[in-house]
């Protein structure tokens, strides 16, 4: 018999459980508690109890060649970084493209997700649901996949406030705002330099940014306007494992100091910076620093305690007749239709292998998908994940011993999840990890692209279970997609003839301004076995120039 999966959730990691489990020859019924797909993404002017909301000027902060799904690229014409409209758009073209829509029940909640009397024998679970008219049901299923997300739940730590409670003014999490027309020349105080409290930030105006400890500020575009998120690669990402954590830092810090001092601009933080080491998300936000040249922005520190109309901050300064306070002070997750012994949470992180399974739960029937809080985009990680786990259900993969397991998790809590090798790590046990050496011998285009080109998702459909044919064209013109929505004028400058030829080494090298750097990208390089010299690299561009463009 077919074996039957619970989906919880039909946002962007639900949609790509449903298609796994399709891949894999399971069953997959889906439980969506709203009237639509998009989770997070779809966005509504009253925020639901229990579901994630964003306010309307959403954009994502990751490039769409690096948050598509594997076998699915977005449009061509679609801008690099989306609106949440164009992203609902993109999800509603996989879901009508695979058919997933079918499988998804909505209005519907669920109440209980519970381990039957002979799991270990069966692995199935009974899983009780309630429709929009309160009508219960109950169902067996041999596994489930949880994909409910972490922004459904508002921290709103007002115990850490003094005098809040004497407050004349308004005041509400980051959640509830919309949009920013009723709070025009209101004088706003947002609590928080995350995302969104940045975001709303430059929305507004006579506003007051509280931050406790300052942050390190990334721009989307990065060198040669080339989205930021694209120039990281393989090579970099080889270097940035073996090079010392001071050296990263100084790199990293020396060139976002270029675009603006965050000192100057009373952003530094007292941590140091590392993309791939640090243990705090940087913030995405490319008009900040604009906000506060021009004044509309000014950032305070930490918030000492209220006033019936005014805020006081830990230097000692007051902002009187403040109308509006913005709790951007993040989310709290939970899985309150599950036992609490099956999937712990402390400090708002989950005790689970690889951030997916239960490491203590034997058959590993049960999945947490999309939990994880990347440096990079959730989508693609979802649905490594979701094949990963397909396959577990299937007996296709066997998980390690519980120590090994608890050993993985304890290691993992302490550092950020990578993309590039967290998707390395999940992909290689799956069977799909790109094989580099390789295709530099087979098929040295497509080789030298995956090598210096961005680690784009269509790397993990090249072989292995769920191999892609068009995963290769994919690749080789991930590029173009790139360039396409940003043509909509003839420029009348002649077009130089290899103007992207450089562009998959550059990408690897562009910040490598020093002669240890490059001696240490020479010596990594030969080490992994590769000997290109520049003659040889541009031979090879050479070839692939005109597909290039």
């Known amino acids: 018999m077919t074996r039957r999966v619970a989906v919880i959730g039909g946002g962007s990691s639900g ?58 690229p977005i449009p061509a014409h679609f801008p ?104 025009r020349d209101k004088k706003v105080v947002v609590i928080g330099i995350g995302n969104s409290g940045g975001d709303i930030a430059v929305e507004l105006s006579r506003l007051y940014l509280s931050t406790r400890r300052g942050a390190w500020i990334l721009n989307r575009v990065g060198n040669n306007g080339i989205p930021l998120d694209m120039t990281f690669n393989r090579v970099l990402n080889t270097l940035k494992n073996i090079l010392p954590f001071s050296v990263l830092c100084k790199m990293t810090e020396n060139q976002l100091n270029q675009r603006f001092n965050h000192s100057l601009y009373n952003l530094k933080p007292k941590h140091r910076y590392c993309l791939w080491r640090n243990l705090q998300h940087p913030t995405v936000n490319d008009d900040l620093p604009n906000r506060i040249l021009s004044g509309t922005v000014q950032v305070k520190p930490n918030i000492c305690r209220f006033q019936e109309t005014s805020v006081v901050f830990e230097d000692g300064s007051t902002v009187e007749d403040v109308d509006l306070v913005v709790f951007a002070t993040g989310y709290k997750f939970s899985f309150p239709f599950l036992d609490s012994l099956l999937v712990s949470v402390s400090d708002n992180k989950a005790s689970l292998y690889k951030y997916v399974f239960p490491p203590e739960l034997d058959p ?114 991930q590029w173009q997609r790139m360039a396409q929505p940003m043509q909509t004028r003839s420029c009348d400058e002649p077009k130089h003839k290899r103007s992207l030829k450089w562009f998959l080494i550059l990408s690897a090298v562009h910040n490598l301004h020093e002669t240890p750097c490059r001696f240490v990208l020479y010596v990594q390089l030969h080490h992994i076995g590769i000997l290109l010299s520049s003659s040889a690299i541009y031979l090879c561009l050479e070839k692939s120039d005109s597909h290039l463009r």
């Not at 489990?21 to 508690?33: A, I």
């Not at 009253?46 to 948050?67: G, L, Q, W």
């Not at 999945?367 to 296709?396: D, H, N, Y």
Request: proline share 5%; net charge neutral.
């Open 15 to 72: 949609l790509a459980c449903i298609k796994c489990c399709l891949d894999e020859g399971l069953e997959p019924v889906c439980f969506e508690s709203s009237d639509d797909i998009g989770g997070l993404w779809r966005f509504k002017e009253n925020p639901e109890p229990d579901r994630a909301s964003i306010y309307h000027s959403v954009i994502i902060n990751t490039s769409k060649e690096m948050m598509c799904f594997s076998d699915f």
């Open 80 to 183: 690099n970084y989306m609106h949440n409209t164009l992203i609902m758009d993109y999800f509603r073209m996989y879901a009508d493209h695979f058919q997933l829509t079918k499988y998804i029940r909505f209005h519907t909640k669920v109440l209980q997700v519970k381990q039957r009397s002979d799991i270990s024998r069966s692995g199935q679970w009974n899983v009780e649901t309630e429709n929009k008219d309160g009508k219960k049901e109950k169902h067996i299923f041999d596994a489930v996949m949880i994909c409910i997300g972490h922004h459904c739940q508002p921290n709103l730590p007002l115990h850490d406030f003094p005098g809040i409670e004497t407050f004349k003014g308004k005041y509400h999490h980051s959640r509830d705002y919309k949009t920013p027309e009723e709070w």
């Open 364 to 477: 590993p029937t049960l999945a947490v998908i999309g939990l994880v809080q990347p440096l990079g985009a959730i989508m693609p990680i979802s649905e490594m994940q979701a094949r990963w786990a397909t396959r577990v259900f299937k007996g296709c993969i066997k998980l390690p011993t519980v120590t090994a397991m608890l050993e993985d998790i304890k290691c993992k809590q302490e550092s950020m999840v990578d993309y590039v090798n967290y998707m390395d790590e999940i992909a290689q046990l799956v069977g799909v990890q790109p094989n580099v050496s390789r295709l530099l011998l087979t098929d040295p285009k497509l080789g030298l692209n995956v090598l210096f080109g961005p680690c784009t998702s269509y790397q993990y459909r090249l072989r292995g279970p769920g191999k892609w044919a068009g995963a290769r064209e994919a690749i080789l013109t």
